[in-house]
């Protein structure tokens, strides 16, 4: 099996100048690259003393690897973006625990989720780089003997970060650098959306009157109202108000494109929020949309709901409970059991999701999907102690560096926070960057002509190398000093 372009974006992305003739070489169109899928037999448990079953047994992880750039001697980028040749390294992917081919069961039930967790999860990195062989690539290049360097994005920025406090999995004596991109360092109960400020009063103002007319049970008005987006069959206004929320991103699942998914390469981003918030925004709207706007003004004093023209069910308890293999299930029981994120409208001031939704909302899903099995079962709230105990806003490792863009949705509760306490001066063995106009790990995206990227990302890449070869440098030293002291440089 051949894996995707869209999963290898990150293996492929230039960074210096010497790949663009490495890759006239090949002659090779980068939507055209292939490569080969590798297994791995893991852990399906790393922790014996869980009381947990299948201590002793495993699952065929999968992983992809390319080693155009490698010499004897690189690095390997474990779930890479951009540096690999730069500094002559072999870039892999692993493929996370239940997700695409790795999933150590042929179904999802409460019990066989029990062991999909970050502490296995990151357990899996471990014993992956301890143990990986490269069919083709001559040498040994298991850690910690090779210097393996972590990036990860979002959710595996967060597992990235997490891998370098966990002691007992990456030894702190092991020379395990991270980069860590978009990570969410804090979990929190509640979480308000973000969006671009041209159209933000409007959706307050619909938000508004919708809350209203359910605050004052003005069923008719409610159903007229349901009618114009052909959702009248819903009868929770909490369905309801998920579906509409669809363009800024719904609770737990959406299927447009955000404002997360804006992004400044092309070949990944969308500009559908852009072209829905121009949509809600219009002052020429046609009058066909516009009169939209007064059909039901007669339910709030005459004002009309300017912008709904433009604007324009999840209650099945059987359809949750269906133990199939899919991401989507595997992404919901991790979000009910550790990482929580629920989306769910302020408690005061104006909101862009309707007040009806809160978390009992999306809660009621882990009911539906995960009932209690005979050795596990998820809490009644997501235990969000296990991101925090690593550290929150006041994260920090040798050789670990924090990249965030500052028009991320969720850089509220990333290390570069408004929220968080002054930092200390970036160094080489503490460095962080907060990218001016950046997005969602924006710096997770590359061409292969670095030249011609927009500056703000071409100098976060340009960072990222300077960063990665400083670290490589003091490589030999530390193993040095490591073999002199009589340790041995083992897995």
Request: aromatic content about 14%; proline content about 5%; overall charge negative.
């Amino acid at each position: 099996m051949k894996v995707p372009k869209a999963l290898t974006a990150a293996l492929i992305t230039a960074t210096l100048n010497g790949v663009r003739a490495r890759h006239r070489e090949r002659d090779i169109p980068r939507q055209d690259l292939q490569y080969e899928a590798h297994y791995f037999q893991q852990r399906i448990n790393h922790f014996p003393d869980n009381k947990l079953p299948f201590v002793n047994e495993t699952f065929t992880q999968r992983y992809y690897f390319d080693s155009s750039y490698y010499k004897p001697g690189g690095p390997v980028y474990l779930y890479i973006s951009g540096e690999t040749s730069a500094t002559n390294g072999v870039g892999v992917i692993l493929e996370n625990r239940y997700y695409g081919a790795s999933y150590p069961f042929n179904t999802s039930t409460t019990d066989q989720l029990a062991f999909l967790n970050t502490a296995q999860t990151i357990a899996d990195n471990s014993h992956f780089a301890q143990n990986a062989v490269f069919p083709g690539i001559g040498g040994d290049l298991k850690a910690p003997g090779t210097p393996w360097i972590l990036y990860g994005g979002s959710l595996a920025g967060a597992q990235t970060h997490s891998q370098s406090r966990n002691t007992e999995i990456f030894y702190t004596e092991k020379y395990a650098p991270q980069v860590s991109s978009s990570t969410i360092c804090v979990l929190e109960s509640q979480f308000n959306s973000s969006a671009a400020r041209d159209c933000v009063s409007r959706i307050n103002n619909i938000i508004d009157k919708f809350d209203t007319l359910v605050a004052k049970n003005r069923t008719v008005a409610i159903k007229r109202l349901k009618a114009l987006f052909g959702l009248e069959d819903l009868t929770d206004h909490r369905d309801f108000a998920s579906a509409i929320a669809d363009p800024i991103g719904n609770p737990g699942n959406y299927f447009s494109n955000t404002w997360q998914e804006l992004n400044w390469n092309s070949s990944y981003g969308s500009h559908d929020f852009f072209y829905f918030c121009g949509n809600v925004s219009n002052i020429d709207a046609p009058k066909e949309i516009s009169e939209i706007d007064y059909s039901l003004s007669n339910y709030t004093n005459g004002e009309p709901w300017v912008g709904l023209g433009g604007y324009a069910g999840t209650q099945n308890q059987s359809a949750w409970a269906d133990i199939t293999n899919s991401a989507s299930r595997s992404y919901l029981y991790t979000s009910c059991t550790e990482q929580g994120a629920y989306i769910d409208a302020p408690k005061e001031g104006p909101s862009l999701i309707s007040r009806v939704i809160d978390t009992s909302y999306e809660q009621q899903w882990c009911t539906w999907a995960f009932p209690k099995g005979a050795h596990n079962q998820v809490p009644s709230s997501p235990n969000l102690d296990v991101y925090n105990s690593f550290g929150d806003f006041n994260f920090t490792a040798d050789r670990l560096a924090f990249i965030d863009g500052d028009q991320d949705v969720w850089n509220g509760l990333c290390y570069h926070s408004p929220l968080a306490l002054t930092r200390r001066q970036t160094s080489d063995l503490h460095p962080e960057l907060l990218v001016t106009g950046a997005g969602h790990h924006w710096d997770s995206y590359g061409i292969l002509d670095v030249e011609s990227e927009p500056q703000f990302i071409r100098e976060a890449h340009l960072w990222e190398i300077r960063t990665v070869k400083k670290w490589l440098r003091e490589f030999d030293s530390w193993k040095s000093r490591k073999i002199s002291n009589g340790e041995r440089i083992k897995p």
